[in-house]
């Protein structure tokens, strides 16, 4: 698969055994519950025998977030293999992803090419560009502007911003290589919905570290039968099941299905946005 889904359709199916049967045939569609989905075959003997299907897909193009302090890179030359990322799922041109900036920090750059180097910073005439938080100041998208290593990283002079990062501040990173706009959105997520009581959760963020480990956000609470959904700026940005509510996948998708509870318990929930396929799991505890 190029992209990742929570569906397949079944292009051909070859039994050996005769006497044997499947509910599965070609043009039949197959759900992929965390990336897995079954298959049973009934042989001629009456027994019954499950195969499991793995979706393998191609990883997303992405671009690298490196964090600048003053002559203190976080690594330089990028590590692909630890390095915060951006992707862009539909290779597209278009990149989003979700990166911590902690504190200290002076700056940072979008990496589009490891070998050879091609950094993209942000060209405004010299001097400190007034990177800001849309929280406060709902400034438009930042213009940025390709830019070969070393020129930048913006601005060329900085003030140290320990204002934007305290080491779990998060953000909400979209960058089109079309247009060459970058988007910057603080966030905190929560879970929402009527097994919350309506109110909102607040999950704990990861605590970054310059390493490849998935970066989860997580909660362990009481939830009542009912649903949830992730939801990070007052519900501006929200996440549900890429499928439907009775067939959770879980795979998330913008404004995707409520995430069922069916009975009331305590549960950890694990966020994943660690890669442009985003993912969930719920456990009852």
Avoid at 6 to 25: E, G, P, W, Y
Avoid at 83 to 105: C, M, R
Avoid at 234 to 245: E, L, R
Wanted: net charge negative; no cysteine; hydrophobic share 35%.
């Amino acid at each position: 698969m190029k992209v990742r889904d929570s569906v397949a359709k079944v292009k051909q199916l070859s039994i050996l055994d005769k006497n044997a049967t499947s509910l599965v045939s070609p043009g039949s569609t197959l759900l992929f519950v965390n990336n897995v989905s079954t298959i049973t075959i009934k042989n001629g003997d009456g027994s019954t025998h499950n195969y499991y299907l793995k979706m393998t897909f191609t990883p997303p193009l992405a671009k690298y977030i490196l964090l600048y302090a003053h002559d203190n890179p976080e690594s330089d030359p990028i590590d692909p293999s630890k390095a915060q990322i951006i992707s862009s799922v539909n290779a597209d041109g278009k990149y989003e992803g979700y990166v911590v900036i902690g504190n200290p920090w002076w700056n940072f750059y979008v990496i589009g090419s490891v070998s050879p180097e091609m950094y993209y910073g942000i060209s405004n005439g010299g001097g400190a560009f007034p990177l800001s938080d849309a929280d406060s100041s709902g400034s438009a998208p930042l213009d940025v502007l390709q830019a070969l290593y070393p020129d930048g990283p913006w601005p060329s002079d900085p003030p140290n911003w320990t204002g934007w990062g305290d080491g779990s501040t998060w953000w909400k990173v979209n960058f089109d290589t079309a247009s060459t706009l970058l988007s910057l959105q603080k966030v905190l997520f929560s879970i929402t919905g009527s097994a919350t009581g309506g109110t909102a959760q607040a999950m704990t963020a990861p605590a970054y570290a310059y390493s490849s480990a998935p970066k989860l956000w997580s909660i362990t609470t009481d939830l009542s039968a009912g649903d949830f959904q992730f939801s990070a700026r007052d519900g501006a940005i929200v996440y549900g099941d890429a499928g439907a509510t009775d067939n959770l996948t879980g795979i998330l998708a913008s404004n995707g299905s409520a995430i069922s509870v069916p009975t009331a318990g305590n549960y950890t929930i694990f966020l994943n946005l660690s890669s442009g396929y985003y993912s969930y799991t719920i456990t009852k505890n």
